[in-house]
Structures are given as structure tokens and as C-alpha cells.
């Protein structure tokens, strides 16, 4: 039997994620509490994102939601609340924001958030918010005839791993004497099991009740899974032992681990871990 077996959403795109026994499922991606998945961004004073790539140290940054309200923890600071209420676009302060080739819109979070953000990162930094009246599409070279809105993320709406690719990963890592790697170093929104080592790559559609998701491009990786979540320093980096193995041709030789994927059917329906799902694999 195949199954969901986590469902994590990242709020704050590069900080940590929140892991959920079920979460709603949109066009956009996870969301829970009306709260949506890479809704919030960390930028630098000109509007340009910044990420683990660069400041692994965003990694500690741990949100929490309760009613209106995401508190935010990070080694040797205070916490930091922020509004997760409805924006009120005529009270918003807004700044143009890049994230990698998007440039859009967002709302400035305030001077309290950017002066958390800026002792947390190191340098000064602003938190923005997605504006909801803003557009941003997924690549049409990969999804083909779907619009796939995304908010922050770095290209779409989720990120798909089973189980399976990761243990077969951690054997070949085992194999030469290193320590197994956890799945939150490959930032997932969905891990299912009960599949075969990288049956996701091959997989037309992934039907889970009423909700059909369809992986359109697979994951490319970048050295942010050498990235210690617990840490927030680099640690053993797997991408020699990756490179040996999972250069994917559809991308030009890059290095790819699970698959990122939109949404067909189901937009507003609930995903449940332990939830059954069917893959329909095209070879």
C-alpha cells in the first residue's frame, strides 16, 4: 500500500518547515490556518532573496502558527509574533521584491521584523509577504497547458519524495562508512512510501482521494542539502555520491532528487498523512 506519510509547509521560504497530520492542498501549493506555503520571504535592502544557499543559518529560524498569529524562534533571540491576518491592501507597505528570474510585488512585514531578521541573518534583511493580488506562474515549458500560481518558491507549487529514494540514497551513503541523511535536507512538502526508489521520477499522475497532482519537472539540487537543519552549518554533503547516480538527462546532466508537481484536481481538499494513494506511471 502506497501512502502520505508527512506533510510539511514552509511558511518563511529558506527557514524551517512546520510538519502537519493534514494540510490543505491549492493551486499554490500547502496551507494551513490560511496560512500558505513560502508565503513570507527573507530579502536583502534591495529586494533580492536571500536562502540556506547563502546563509545556512536560516535553517534555525522555526515558526509556529496559532490563530492570527506565526511566532518565529531562532537561537539566542527573542521571539518574533507576525500577523497571519487577512492583508489589508490599503494599510500595506509594499517593496518589489526578485525571486531568481520572478520580479513582483510583495508587502514589507516592518521594522521590527526586518531588525530580527538582519541580527538572525547577518547582514540587513527585510521580511515581505506575498501580495494576493500579485501573479506568479510555474515554468510553461514544464507545465505544459497548466497555469501553476506559486508564491516564493523557488518554481513550484510542491516538491514530491518517497521514502524509498531517500533510503536508497542512504545505503549508497552507508556503503562507504557515512551517516544516513534525513529527509528535511531535501525540503519536501510531501513524502509518500510504500513505492520503489525514485518511482516518483516516472510517475504521470498521483491520485490521493479526490486530489490529482501531476510531476511536471524533476528537482534539480543545489548544495542546500549539505545544509544541517538541526545546525544550520554545512554538514557531509551527499552530492558526490549523487552525482554518481542521479544526473537526469531531462535536465542537461544536472542532479535531480524527487519531483516538483502542480495540482489537477482537488484545489481546497484536505491531505491527510497515512492517506492511500495510486500512481499512474508513464514509462
Partial sequence: MSTITTLTLYPIKSCAGISLQAATITTAGLSHQEVHDREWMVVDRAGQFLSQRSHPVMALIVPALQADVMTLQAPGMPSLE???????????????????????????????????????????????RFDPEARRLASKKWTLDVDAPTRFADGYPVLLISQGSLDDLNQKLQAQGRAALPMNRFRPNIVIDGVDAFEEDFAAFIQAGPVRLQPVKPCTRCPMPAIDQATGKFGPDPMDIMLTYRGNPRVDGAVTFGVNAVLLEGAGEILRTGQEIEIELDF
Fill in 82 to 128: 507576525i500577523s497571519t491576518a487577512p492583508l489589508v491592501q490599503a494599510q500595506a507597505t509594499s517593496m518589489n521584491v526578485t525571486v531568481w528570474d520572478s520580479s513582483l510585488s510583495a508587502h514589507d512585514c516592518g521594522d521590527a521584523a526586518a531588525a530580527w531578521f538582519s541580527q538572525v541573518v547577518g547582514q540587513p534583511s527585510r521580511l515581505v
